[in-house]
């Protein structure tokens, strides 16, 4: 129950186009969705989160849907570009002042020029 | 702010030795997370230490991984003895209560048991 499900695995993207990652939890307690961004030889970082009171959050190019009653959420990347090629992580957490994050298994993304 | 210091970048040993990992989080955090990343397992918390105090280290895999934290500038992660199976990079993460949930990881360390 403690599992963020992520998909795809990898995507290929053409510049100027749009990627689409999907994420799926199981634990209705979650109450906290963020993406993070990781590099090649860098630590993940954050790019975007959100809650479950908004159905969408933006954030220039970079826009999280939230289906609350599907329990899915979902990045998308409009006109993606070549430096947008990373590996993305959406990730859920719950209550309590830690916070721990429970991370999907990754998209790696990479954005054609 | 530096960020997250972690050392070193890049470790190599043989099987049997004993590995430390060192992170410092950044200044004035409360939390702070040991994560261990491999392709088959992807991102896995180890541990977790609140105002240097373990918290839950139910992610810790066995006995022959440790985890301590002196003070709030300093934590350490240590693998004895190691085993090929242990290769991995491992991150560590602080982040202040006061914070909107944001985690900062640091740039991790590439860990090869031979």
């Known amino acids: 129950q403690q599992q963020v499900k992520q998909s795809p695995q990898s995507l290929i993207v053409q510049k100027g186009g749009i990627s689409i990652i999907n994420c799926a939890y199981e634990?209705?307690?979650?109450?906290?969705f963020p993406w993070y961004q990781q590099f090649p030889g860098k630590g993940p970082a954050l790019l975007i989160a959100?809650?479950?009171?908004?159905s969408e959050k933006k954030e220039g190019r970079f826009t999280i849907s939230f289906n609350k009653s599907a329990k899915q959420f979902s990045l998308h990347i409009m006109d993606s570009q070549p430096g947008d090629s990373a590996t993305y992580f959406c990730?859920?957490?719950?209550?309590?002042?830690?916070?721990?994050?429970?991370f999907g298994s990754g998209t790696q993304l990479t954005v054609l020029p | 702010d530096a960020g997250v210091i972690q050392s070193p970048r890049h470790e190599v040993t043989e099987m049997g030795q004993e590995v430390t990992l060192r992170c410092k989080p950044i200044?004035?955090?409360?939390?702070l997370f040991w994560y261990r990343q491999t392709m088959m397992r992807g991102l896995e918390l180890l541990i977790y230490?609140?105002?240097?105090?373990?918290?839950?280290d139910s992610g810790m895999p066995e006995d022959r991984f440790s985890a301590k934290m002196p003070n709030a500038s300093f934590s350490t992660l240590k693998i004895q003895p190691s085993e090929p199976r242990d290769s991995a990079v491992y991150f560590c993460?602080?982040?202040?209560?006061?914070?909107?949930?944001?985690?900062?990881f640091g740039p991790g360390t590439r860990l090869t048991v031979l």
């Open positions: 959100i809650r479950p009171d908004v």
């Open positions: 990730a859920a957490s719950h209550g309590g002042s830690a916070r721990q994050l429970t």
């Open positions: 230490f609140n105002n240097n105090v373990p918290i839950d």
């Open positions: 634990n209705t307690a979650f109450d906290y």
């Open positions: 200044s004035g955090h409360d939390y």
């Open positions: 993460a602080s982040r202040w209560t006061g914070s909107d949930n944001e985690q900062f």
